[in-house]
């Protein structure tokens, strides 16, 4: 134990985390920030990857279910992923993202459309931005 704070969150008076929990790294970064009411996860949510304040996701939730728009980052803290989930269930457009080594730039590597959680198409493309593949289902 280094005395170092872990994390905050606050209660309710029937003992439900309410509002928002900060949990730290052992630096005191920011790990990540939770919203919560009525002991369910209810807002906005932050995850930080690593000490250095680098995202791994951001989003929100609605009655402890993923809720609202998400964006997901990769071990290098480049989005990776962005998307809308409607009750847990990825809904709409979501987009994956490759980043070229070579050319250091990041691409839209894949657009998928989903329908009440289910794969509706998928497109994926090169990293020129060429479509190469088209699926529907």
């Not at 929990?21 to 920011?30: K, V």
């Not at 998400?70 to 809308?84: A, D, F, P």
Request: glycine share 10%; charged share 35%.
């Amino acid at each position: 134990e280094n005395g170092q704070l872990s994390s905050e969150e606050n209660y309710s008076d029937k003992s439900q985390k309410d509002g928002e929990q900060i949990r730290y790294f052992e630096n005191g970064q920011i790990n990540s920030k939770t919203t919560y009411e009525s002991g369910d996860k209810n807002g906005e949510f932050i995850d930080y990857l690593n000490k250095e304040g680098d995202m791994s996701q951001t989003g929100s939730y609605l009655k402890d279910k993923k809720h609202g728009y998400w964006k997901h980052y990769n071990s290098k803290g480049k989005l990776y992923q962005e998307g809308e989930y409607l009750k847990n269930n990825k809904s709409g457009l979501w987009k994956t993202y490759g980043y070229s080594e070579k050319d250091n730039q990041q691409f839209l590597k894949q657009k998928i459309m989903f329908e009440n959680g289910r794969t509706k198409e998928r497109i994926v493309y090169n990293s020129k931005g060429e479509e190469i593949r088209r699926n529907s289902y």
